[in-house]
């Protein structure tokens, strides 16, 4: 399981898929300003003001579409 825009490069390799939720781009662009980190500095206030909020989302999309990656079939598996 992987972000939707690698669908054909993981398919490619004869590999089963399903598409996670959430933006690879963002995800890349948070984790590149953060350092790394996924938990916030709580001394910053645009950190937590701002991008700990939309962060929190974005990661909590991710999180629950890994169920179903685990559990289903890929929803834009035509021949599933």
Same mark, same amino acid.
């Given at each position: +399981? %992987?972000?939707?825009?690698y $669908?054909?490069f993981?398919?490619?390799?004869?590999?089963?898929f399903?598409?996670? +939720?959430?933006? =690879?781009?963002?995800?890349?662009? !948070? &984790?590149?300003? /953060?350092?790394? $980190?996924? &938990? =916030?500095?709580?001394? /910053?206030? /645009?950190?937590?003001?701002i991008?700990? =909020? +939309?962060? %929190?989302? &974005?990661?909590?999309?991710?999180? $629950?579409?890994? !169920?179903?990656?685990? %559990?289903?079939?890929? =929803?834009g598996?035509?021949? +599933?």
């Open positions: +399981a %992987t972000h939707a825009c $669908r054909e993981v398919i490619g390799y004869g590999l089963e399903y598409p996670l +939720a959430g933006d =690879p781009k963002q995800l890349s662009a !948070w &984790m590149v300003k /953060s350092g790394g $980190r996924l &938990m =916030p500095n709580i001394l /910053s206030k /645009s950190e937590m003001t991008d700990v =909020p +939309a962060k %929190t989302k &974005m990661i909590g999309e991710i999180t $629950r579409s890994c !169920w179903p990656a685990c %559990t289903a079939v890929d =929803p598996d035509e021949n +599933a």
